[in-house]
């Protein structure tokens, strides 16, 4: 017997934007449609999350700023990811700042927080010692996950 509960949750910010998000919830489908609500949840709301926080940036610091363009980004965490149109501004000064990218620690081009990129170099190391292949040279320097240690003339 498959049983479907409908749930409705009402998401809002502090500046009063909303969204009505509605899912069904099958017996026989439980785990899967969990997930993908809290999927769509943490999408949604990181959306409005990363939109309030560049509004309090615009009417803060960066008032005197211009804003010039927008890029589509994708700030990818350990456990989700936020696709967002970022916005730059230039400054009085003629600097071109992008300040979502700096609140949350991102370079320029840089795509995974470093918390994710320490989990993917974990993964790819576990997977490594399983395989047991010394052709694989993931701490070479130049490889992804040489930040993680410092190099031979360092360590004691």
Same mark, same amino acid.
């Given at each position: 017997?498959?049983?479907?509960?409908?749930?409705?949750?009402?998401?809002?910010?502090?500046?009063?934007?909303?969204?009505?998000?509605?899912?069904?919830?099958?017996?026989?489908?439980?785990?899967?449609?969990?997930?993908?609500?809290?999927?769509?949840?943490?999408?949604?709301?990181?959306?409005?999350?990363?939109?309030?926080? *560049?509004?309090?940036?615009?009417?803060? *610091?960066?008032?005197?700023?211009?804003?010039?363009?927008?890029?589509?980004?994708?700030?990818?965490?350990?456990?989700?990811?936020?696709?967002?149109?970022?916005?730059?501004?230039?400054?009085?000064?003629?600097?071109?700042?992008?300040?979502?990218?700096?609140?949350?620690?991102?370079?320029?081009?840089?795509?995974?927080?470093?918390?994710?990129?320490?989990?993917?170099?974990?993964?790819?190391?576990?997977?490594?010692?399983?395989?047991?292949?010394?052709?694989?040279?993931?701490?070479?320097?130049?490889?992804?996950?040489?930040?993680?240690?410092?190099?031979?003339?360092?360590?004691?």
């Amino acid at each position: 017997m498959t049983i479907t509960v409908t749930v409705s949750l009402n998401v809002k910010v502090e500046n009063g934007d909303g969204k009505n998000l509605q899912s069904n919830i099958s017996t026989n489908r439980l785990e899967e449609d969990l997930k993908g609500l809290s999927q769509q949840i943490t999408k949604v709301m990181g959306k409005m999350v990363l939109a309030g926080v *560049e509004a309090k940036l615009k009417a803060g *610091e960066y008032r005197e700023g211009v804003s010039i363009h927008t890029e589509a980004r994708r700030y990818q965490f350990q456990g989700f990811s936020i696709d967002y149109r970022r916005r730059s501004y230039r400054m009085p000064d003629g600097s071109v700042r992008s300040p979502l990218d700096e609140l949350l620690g991102f370079e320029k081009y840089q795509r995974r927080s470093y918390k994710a990129k320490e989990q993917l170099c974990a993964l790819g190391f576990q997977r490594q010692l399983l395989e047991d292949s010394p052709d694989q040279q993931l701490y070479q320097p130049g490889s992804a996950c040489a930040w993680l240690t410092p190099p031979l003339s360092s360590r004691r």
